[in-house]
C-alpha cells in the first residue's frame, strides 16, 4: 500500500508515483475519469451511502514556469441526493481513510438541508 498523502515529499519517479496511486484506487473500487471537474489532469471517483468521493490529481510538471516539478493531489466529496451542490474540498497532506471520515462527517450534516 502506498502512502497515500497530498503532499509527497522526497518522491523522485513521478511516474511510479501516478502508477501506485491508479492501482490502489483502483483495487478500492475507484474509477478514473478525464473529465476536469477543477482544472485537474484526471480524477478518481467513487460512490458511497449518499455522496461521491474523488481525488483530483495535477500534473504541475508539464509547465516550464512552475519551479518545483511535482504531482499533487486534492480531495473532494459531493453529496448526490440532495436538490443543490454541496461540496468539500480539502486540499491538506492526509490519509484517504481519514478524508472518508470527513467525508461521512460532511454528508451527514448537510444531508438536512435536502
Known amino acids: 500500500m502506498i502512502n497515500f ?6 518522491i ?3 511516474d ?13 473500487g475507484f474509477r478514473k475519469y478525464d473529465q476536469k471537474h477543477k482544472g485537474e489532469d484526471f480524477a478518481y471517483w467513487e460512490n458511497y451511502d449518499g455522496y461521491s468521493i474523488g481525488i483530483l490529481v495535477y500534473d504541475f510538471r508539464k509547465y516550464e514556469a512552475v519551479p518545483h516539478k511535482i504531482v499533487s493531489l486534492q480531495f473532494e466529496c459531493m453529496i448526490n441526493d440532495i436538490d443543490c451542490r454541496i ?27 435536502n
Open 5 to 10: 498523502k497530498l503532499s509527497q515529499k522526497g
Open 12 to 14: 523522485k519517479d513521478w
Open 16 to 28: 511510479k508515483y501516478l502508477s501506485d496511486i491508479d492501482s490502489y484506487l483502483r483495487n478500492l
Open 87 to 113: 461540496d468539500l474540498t480539502v486540499s491538506k497532506s492526509i490519509e484517504l481513510p481519514e478524508f472518508e471520515a470527513m467525508s461521512k462527517d460532511f454528508y451527514n450534516a448537510m444531508k438536512r438541508y
